[in-house]
């Protein structure tokens, strides 16, 4: 079915942290390239991380780099993106996003073919 299950999204004050997970089932994690992306009211879609497929390499925009971390375990078939020092700006529906084959990531999303249905983070004091 090659599925993407994304969690862990909620309320939580500026300044605070969040990890957020995205469990994949139906194909062979370390085959693919995953990406994380965001959608608030009002904006386009954005790419906030990527890791390769033998999790060696991520990329990340300038507005949550040092701030957002991505991390995968392929035997447990789950990545995390870990979120520190949060902003009311990040506040948006998170969503973990496949390509299929060995490479490296890529932050624009109209090449992600495999998405997860996503998880909101709200950022408020």
């Known amino acids: 079915q090659l599925q993407l299950v994304e969690s862990g999204g909620g309320l939580v004050q500026p300044g605070k942290s969040l990890r957020l997970s995205c469990a994949t089932s139906?194909?062979?994690?370390?085959?693919?390239?995953i990406g994380w992306f965001r959608q608030a009211p009002g904006l386009e879609r954005e790419g906030v991380g990527c890791i390769s497929s033998d999790g060696r390499s991520t990329n990340y925009p300038d507005s949550v780099k040092g701030r957002f971390t991505i991390s995968r375990d392929n035997a447990k078939n789950t990545v995390y993106l870990q979120m520190n020092s949060l902003k009311p700006e990040d506040t948006a529906v998170y969503y973990c996003a496949a390509i299929g084959g060995r490479g490296r990531c890529y932050l624009g999303y109209a090449r992600y073919e495999y998405w997860g249905q996503g998880t909101q983070v709200t950022v408020s004091s």
């Open positions: 139906g194909f062979t994690l370390d085959y693919y390239v």
